[in-house]
């Protein structure tokens, strides 16, 4: 493979398939500026920047090195916490740090210098405490209580020169253009592919059904470094041409299979500006410049956020193998915990959302203990068609709350016809139903009474807002993702 | 000084030093800082590893209670890359790595008493390889149903060490007698010290028996005690060393020791390097946390709200071995009063037993659990009463001929009601309870509540003996100075804090003072780095070394240059002797010239210690740090999320060393309470298994959980009224405790649902969750509906 490191061209001809990035920098490389913190994507200690050209510009991308695959760096530059000092100059993200005096122990200090150098390159205009709060979602720290770090990265995201030592684009199209077939490295019974194109994909998919498809390995690999997985087989499909594509047209919204969570937010918030909210409270930036959106699918996780919400939407999954494609309602691809429907060699080709009606209302709220980068103990996904202020037609869904992201059919049956004038005329009734649609389990995330009762929450609130919605009022009901500002 | 939002201005100086160009005072960067952002400040997994080096992994059983029958290591042993699997067989001295009392095995011979205990541990080429073999044990165990909780072990009568209590009047008669009495039990959590780099230390072997051991620690002086009591050989044989740490927060005082002592063991078996580093889970399931509490307490007041008589009980979940639970209790009882007179009291402590690993000490070292009780107590008597919560702690705060503690100390220093007076009105308080009010008065769904609560901490070690410390200071001919002392760097700022006393002793430019590794064989008997006393001791020590050198330096310049030696003042990198100037440097060089010694050692113990547990009397603390801090926080009562909006902190660190230091300790002190209280849960299963053990599972607060509206301001002080150096206060743990103030507006908030003239206390234990709000709000609702 070969890859950036810094801009300067670097070929790794061996490799085991599950190397990781981080593992590459510090036991290779002997690069010692990037920490491990947890080794599963959490912490932000270990981010780096990954640098690539998309639609002819230089985007910076902030991830965990971690739970990189050294793989999927394949055509992109690598940059790193050693490699911001040049010439003994501290770069601005770093002279800022050190003068707000945002680091204690200094641990954490290299990644929370790459997740801001990455807003930094990315800044055009200029960067709010939200965006910054935003962007460092994935970097715990332990010892300043944040202020100090919100605060340098305000300061130099604020007052970025023009012009920068990593602006150069020539190397990402070289790189670019030497990568774009596909890579092999390994033997057929050890190795880390990445097809160029889907055919490609398909077919090596066919002729090694027990590989595993990795995209932006934020699931995966935590098999690598905490079950001590050592997966042999490993199909990346980042480099797939057209993989990370999110087209609109009048229907709705197509959405790639590699494409990431980063990719497909903005097109998301569009359909509903809880959409775009959720999704940005899933992982933290690190997470949603890796995984993606057919990832969190076609790993079934009950948990997963995106899965809710696309059910309620009536999505509709393409599914591809050798042998062709097969479409399907998405919500009949979950049968039970850890299965999907599907067949072996067979992925997940794309997502298709269709646009909401004009008299339909959707909400989507998230429960967790922690606001920003945590899995949700509850999701809640709806979406109520309206006649007037009669609810003609519910679509519920949720995570959390079973096995799999489930529809609560009781709850929409009981809700058809049902008249948001009085929202709390209908508690009970939504509380009958939820307990017929529902036996969650107790976890580490709560308990399955908080899960059936914080679900009737978030039910009732959904019809406060929608209620008051159809009133031409508003219902403040809300501490976080505000409709107005996230659609603002 | 308020630092609000985005306008933090360099904090200033509070008055001008005898020497104003001196670097006391001035808020200098960490002195690592610029080495931080650049990610070359070297931790101990980043230090070149000598040629050959090993690496270890623990191997321990997935049960929480029992025996293990048969440890077959055979797969371990065979698989790739292993050098040496090592069981408890291969001790040659003591098994044991306990910080007083015996009972931390460092490889348990047979014995499982709690899940994560160490039975085995590789030796591989790899770290990779070590942590595969070590999955390979085949382990044939009797288990036992373990004791997980407090109940569980306050049930079989099982503790670790015995009940304390303070005990003053007739409490039991006094609540009895008093107009009104509560009676209440909450639970307290623990908490996860979430150090960003996990427990490490790496070991190389020396001449003969020498070994030079790398610990992340807290406690080197201990570290280097286990191993040569493990390994047979005197402690003189023994150095350990540590730069700096990633964070401590006391979670490496005593439980750095264990990790060390299996490298050292490694490397002495094999007679290679042997390095290990923690795997993150492993970290979070081997190592203890703070302990969590069941409070059950009751008390008598008045109709005014004045406390007559405290009965409380403290039952701490103490895990599998004491460790350090004798101060940890110890504390969480002397601070059970927060800042409030109790006339009739007692205290009642237990130190419960449970098959759960052994908590440890963490930031506030069961202050903040004792405090927390203390302002539960103040918001139920408030709520009891219909009254402002901030009237009722003021009509209980200590004062004149109410200044008795429960452990019988006169609180002679008390400034906490300036402190209260003045965030009473830089907050707002008033007007903002009338705000709350009405919001809460218009808006269904959601609620608001605020709350302002006070902190008492008291300073110096309980344990009398750790009140000591050393330092080594050096002179060079070119006049650059070397600093050296027990204390060690975790973050918190204390190698600059220390280097700025020397730097103004000799009176150059902090560039010339050279910070130097903790070490043993140059600060020997250290004491932890810990219960905030890191400057106050450390301080003074390198102060008095470098003292004694430069009263050498005043008496050859006043020898050279022929006046006295009170006239010789040392400013500005140069030596004033009378009429004569010369450069600190030259004056280093002809000391060098003259046979004048430019090295010292310092010795500081702090005086006025003077408690005696046995018999419950005498003074612990030299001093108290205040402060308070008010919160206002908004709970959606439909899901019981929590959203904290707005914070005013107000704290007294006497003459502050270096004013940017002491902020970042109070901020990051307050953020970390405020995690414990909010959305750090530790969750254990019923088989005594950790389920919380990543950062996927248990929630420290990110950037976004800070409060928008945050202003720090430092109390204006003429300096502690005890003799610390400059006069500064200790500020490590006491900001954790401002964090409380969280807590008691949740309560608020949620109290402004109870139907008006109800006695039930919402039942909100910490932390408080989304589920624990929901919960009380959902007990009031029903208390609503009867």
Redo the contacts between chains.
Sequence with gaps: MIFGRNGKRTVVSEMSPHETVLDYLRLREGA?????????G??G?CTVVVRSLQDGKAKYEAINSCIAPIGSLDGRDLI???D??ASGQ?HP???A?????A????????GF?MALYALYENASAGVD?TA???G??G?????????????AG?AACNSKAAGDAFGQTEVLDQLKKETSTSLFIGNENSFFAAPATEDELAQIYAEHPDAIIVAGATDVGLWIT?H?N?LQKIIYVGRVKGFRDVATDGSGLTISAGATYTDAEEALAHIDPDIGEVVRRIGSKQVRNAGTIGGNIANGSPIGDTPPLLIALDAELTLRKAAGERKMRLEDFFIDYGKQDRKPGEFVKSVFVPNLAENDHFRA?K?????????S?VLLGSKLTLDGATIAKGRIAFGGMAATPKRAKHLEAWLKGASLENPSSLSEGVRVALKQDFAPIS?????AE?RL??AH??V??SL?EIGAEADGAH??????GMRQRASA | MTHRGLKLNPPEVQEPRAASHGSVGRPLKHDSAELHVQGAAAYIDDLPEPRGTLHVAPGYANISAGKFKNLDLTEVAASDGVVAVLTSADIPGVNDCSPALGDDLILSPDVITFHGQVLFAVVAETREQARMAARKAHIEVADQVPHVTVADGKAAQSSVLPDYSFLRGDPNTEIKSSPISIRDSFHVGGQEHFYLEGQVAMAVPGDGAEMLVYSSSQHPSEVQHTVAKMLAVPDAAITCECRRMGGGFGGKESQAAQWAALAALAAHKTGKPAKLRLDRDDDMRLTGKRHDFDVTWKAGFSDDGVLQAVDVNLAARCGNSADLSTGVVDRAMFHADSSYYYPHVRIHSERIRTHTVSNTAFRGFGGPQGMLFAERMMDAIAFHLGKDPLDVRKANFYGEGRDITPYGMQVTDNILPDVIERLEKTSDYRARREQVRAFNKANPYLRKGIALTPVKFGISFTLKHLNQAGALVNVFADGSVQINHGGTEMGQGLYIKVAQIVADVFGVDIDRVKITSTRTDKVPNASPTAASSGTDLNGMAASIAATTIRDRMAELAARLYQCQTAEVVFAKNHVQAGESKVAFSELARLSVLERVSLSSTGYYATPNITWERETATGQPFLYFAYGAACSEVTIDTLTGEMKVDRVDILHDVGRSLNDAIDIGQIEGGFVQGMGWLTTEELVYDDKGILRTHAPSTYKIPTAFDLPEDFRVELMPSEGNQADTIHKSKAVGEPPVMLAISVYSAIFDAIASMAKPGTKTLPPLNAPATPEAILKAITALREERRV
Excluded at chain 1, 32 to 40: I, S, V
Excluded at chain 1, 367 to 375: E, G, T
Excluded at chain 1, 475 to 480: F, G, I
Aim: a positive charge.
């Design positions: 010692m500026g990037t920490k491990e913190g947890c080794c599963e959490d912490c200690a790193t916490v050693d911001l000092a501290l993200v770093q002279q740090m050190a003068d707000k005096h680091s204690q122990c200094g641990f954490c200090t290299p210098v405490r910054i709060t935003d460092l979602a970097n715990l720290c332990r010892c300043t209580g944040y202020r100090p770090i919100i605060e305000l905490k001590l050592k709220f429960l967790s203990k922690r606001f920003d980068q945590d899995i103990a976890d580490m995330r709560a308990s908080y009762r914080a929450g978030l009732m609130k406060f219902a403040d009901t809300r501490l976080v």
